[in-house]
């Protein structure tokens, strides 16, 4: 009888120390999830902006492309993703901001070119582009009771590429 008992004791502290486990786990996997993702939308962004400025006319248009911006509600495979601007259940805002640097970019655009660069000649390189992207997210294990109060958690990558 005494030894059943302690064989029950030991069963409930193995099965308590398993359920704590697992939920380090979960919680450790789905902060990795978010981050890898984070990164990921990061990196499809800077293609993107790279992309779109190579499409763009700036000698015709007389304009550059200065911001591009999204904003994803869920990532769910083989769905699309509705628009907006509440980013719960799993989403994302993206925030994208090019800027121009160097020479060879017609004079008649609205492009506004970095020109207070630690470099000899600025104006010496040839058409480059500094992109900054920045992907926020609200943690989904932060515990509240209200939605607004969750800080954002935010990936930012920065890229350097020439036209």
Same mark, same amino acid.
């Given at each position: ?22 939920? %380090? ?5 789905? #902060?990795?999830?978010?981050? =890898?993702?984070?990164? &990921? ?10 992309? #779109?400025?190579?499409? @763009?006319? *700036? ?6 492309? %200065? ?25 994302? $805002? ?13 004079? @008649?655009?609205?492009? =506004? ?6 470099? +000899?000649?600025?104006? +010496? ?10 992907? *926020? ?5 932060? &515990?509240?009771?209200? =939605?607004?109060?969750?800080?954002? $958690?935010?990936?930012? *990558? *920065? ?5």
């Amino acid at each position: 009888m005494l030894m059943a008992l302690f064989v029950i004791v030991i069963m409930s502290a193995v099965a308590s120390l398993i359920f704590s486990m697992t939920g %380090k786990v979960i919680k450790d996997t789905t #902060s990795q999830y978010r981050d =890898e993702q984070s990164r &990921l939308l990061a990196k499809s962004y800077t293609e993107f902006a790279i992309m #779109s400025v190579m499409a @763009h006319d *700036r000698t015709a248009l007389g304009t550059c492309v %200065k911001n591009i911006n999204g904003t994803i509600n869920t990532l769910t495979i083989g769905q699309a993703n509705p628009a907006g601007t509440n980013v719960t259940n799993g989403g994302y $805002i993206v925030e994208t901001n090019i800027q121009y640097l160097g020479t060879g970019l017609p004079a @008649h655009t609205s492009c =506004e070119l970095l020109t207070n660069l630690p470099i +000899a000649d600025p104006a +010496a390189i040839s058409p480059t582009l500094l992109i900054d992207v920045f992907v *926020r997210y609200k943690d989904p294990d932060y &515990l509240t009771a209200n =939605e607004a109060d969750i800080p954002f $958690i935010t990936y930012h *990558r *920065r890229t350097l590429q020439k036209l």
